[in-house]
Protein backbone atom coordinates (compact mmCIF):
# COMPACT_ATOMS: atom_id res chain seq x y z
CA UNK A 1 0.00 0.00 0.00
CA UNK A 2 1.40 3.44 -1.25
CA UNK A 3 0.83 6.32 1.91
CA UNK A 4 1.27 9.54 2.08
CA UNK A 5 0.69 10.76 5.37
CA UNK A 6 0.83 14.61 7.40
CA UNK A 7 1.34 15.33 10.79
CA UNK A 8 2.44 17.22 13.39
CA UNK A 9 -0.70 19.65 13.53
CA UNK A 10 -2.70 20.69 17.07
CA UNK A 11 -3.80 23.88 18.59
CA UNK A 12 -1.15 26.20 19.64
CA UNK A 13 -1.86 30.36 20.82
CA UNK A 14 -0.74 32.95 18.32
CA UNK A 15 3.06 33.81 18.31
CA UNK A 16 3.38 29.82 19.04
CA UNK A 17 5.03 27.35 16.60
CA UNK A 18 4.58 23.79 15.19
CA UNK A 19 6.08 21.60 12.55
CA UNK A 20 4.13 19.93 10.16
CA UNK A 21 5.83 16.27 8.37
CA UNK A 22 4.74 14.38 5.51
CA UNK A 23 5.82 11.05 4.83
CA UNK A 24 5.37 9.17 2.14
CA UNK A 25 5.79 5.11 2.66
CA UNK A 26 4.95 1.97 1.02
CA UNK A 27 5.43 0.48 -2.40
CA UNK A 28 7.43 3.24 -3.91
CA UNK A 29 10.86 3.65 -5.37
CA UNK A 30 10.84 7.85 -4.58
CA UNK A 31 8.59 10.44 -3.61
CA UNK A 32 8.90 14.27 -4.18
CA UNK A 33 7.24 15.70 -2.25
CA UNK A 34 6.37 19.34 -3.94
CA UNK A 35 4.59 21.52 -1.63
CA UNK A 36 2.10 22.26 1.28
CA UNK A 37 -1.66 23.55 0.58
CA UNK A 38 -4.18 24.79 3.13
CA UNK A 39 -8.01 24.35 3.91
CA UNK A 40 -9.68 26.86 5.82
CA UNK A 41 -13.40 26.40 6.71
CA UNK A 42 -15.64 27.65 4.09
CA UNK A 43 -12.84 28.79 1.92
CA UNK A 44 -11.14 26.75 -0.86
CA UNK A 45 -7.88 24.86 -0.40
CA UNK A 46 -5.01 27.57 -1.54
CA UNK A 47 -1.33 27.15 -1.83
CA UNK A 48 0.59 27.73 0.97
CA UNK A 49 4.51 26.49 -0.07
CA UNK A 50 6.16 25.29 -2.98
CA UNK A 51 9.69 23.01 -3.12
CA UNK A 52 11.14 22.34 -6.52
CA UNK A 53 13.66 19.13 -7.31
CA UNK A 54 16.34 21.77 -7.10
CA UNK A 55 14.81 22.94 -3.68
CA UNK A 56 14.09 25.92 -4.59
CA UNK A 57 11.02 27.33 -2.71
CA UNK A 58 8.33 29.63 -3.22
CA UNK A 59 5.52 31.19 -0.40
CA UNK A 60 2.12 32.69 -0.63
CA UNK A 61 2.37 36.09 0.55
CA UNK A 62 0.53 35.47 3.47
CA UNK A 63 2.96 33.39 5.31
CA UNK A 64 6.58 34.77 3.56
CA UNK A 65 8.69 35.12 6.43
CA UNK A 66 6.93 32.88 9.04
CA UNK A 67 6.10 29.56 7.23
CA UNK A 68 9.47 26.99 5.82
CA UNK A 69 9.32 24.33 3.82
CA UNK A 70 11.95 21.58 3.71
CA UNK A 71 12.84 17.90 2.76
CA UNK A 72 14.73 14.84 3.88
CA UNK A 73 15.03 12.97 0.16
CA UNK A 74 16.38 9.97 2.50
CA UNK A 75 13.42 10.22 4.33
CA UNK A 76 10.90 10.36 1.57
CA UNK A 77 9.76 13.37 4.25
CA UNK A 78 9.05 16.79 3.92
CA UNK A 79 8.23 19.58 6.69
CA UNK A 80 6.56 22.92 7.26
CA UNK A 81 8.02 24.71 9.72
CA UNK A 82 5.57 27.45 10.96
CA UNK A 83 6.37 30.17 13.21
CA UNK A 84 4.37 33.67 14.45
CA UNK A 85 1.40 31.56 13.68
CA UNK A 86 -1.53 33.53 13.37
CA UNK A 87 -5.35 32.83 13.59
CA UNK A 88 -6.16 33.10 10.13
CA UNK A 89 -3.49 30.40 9.73
CA UNK A 90 -6.39 27.98 11.28
CA UNK A 91 -6.86 25.10 8.73
CA UNK A 92 -6.04 21.63 7.49
CA UNK A 93 -2.69 21.15 5.95
CA UNK A 94 -2.62 19.02 3.04
CA UNK A 95 1.23 18.14 1.45
CA UNK A 96 0.85 17.24 -2.47
CA UNK A 97 3.65 14.39 -3.70
CA UNK A 98 4.80 12.96 -6.83
CA UNK A 99 5.47 9.51 -5.71
CA UNK A 100 7.35 6.42 -8.05
CA UNK A 101 5.48 3.56 -8.06
CA UNK A 102 7.32 0.54 -8.11
CA UNK A 103 3.91 -1.55 -9.52
CA UNK A 104 3.76 0.68 -12.73
CA UNK A 105 7.36 2.04 -12.25
CA UNK A 106 5.74 5.68 -12.74
CA UNK A 107 5.03 8.94 -10.98
CA UNK A 108 1.16 9.41 -9.67
CA UNK A 109 0.55 12.75 -8.00
CA UNK A 110 -0.79 11.91 -4.57
CA UNK A 111 -2.56 13.49 -1.74
CA UNK A 112 -2.52 13.14 2.51
CA UNK A 113 -5.60 13.45 4.68
CA UNK A 114 -4.53 16.11 5.96
CA UNK A 115 -3.64 17.43 9.60
CA UNK A 116 -5.43 20.06 11.40
CA UNK A 117 -3.68 23.08 12.69
CA UNK A 118 -5.88 25.63 14.93
CA UNK A 119 -4.15 29.00 15.98
CA UNK A 120 -6.92 30.41 19.34
CA UNK A 121 -5.49 32.25 21.99
Known amino acids: QVQLVESGGGLVQPGGSLRLSCAAS????????KGWYRQAPGKQRELVATITSGDSTNYADSVKGRFTISRDNAKNTAYLQMNSLKPEDTAVYYC???????????????WGQGTQVTVSS
Open 26 to 33: GSIFSANV
Open 96 to 110: NADLLLIATKRWADY
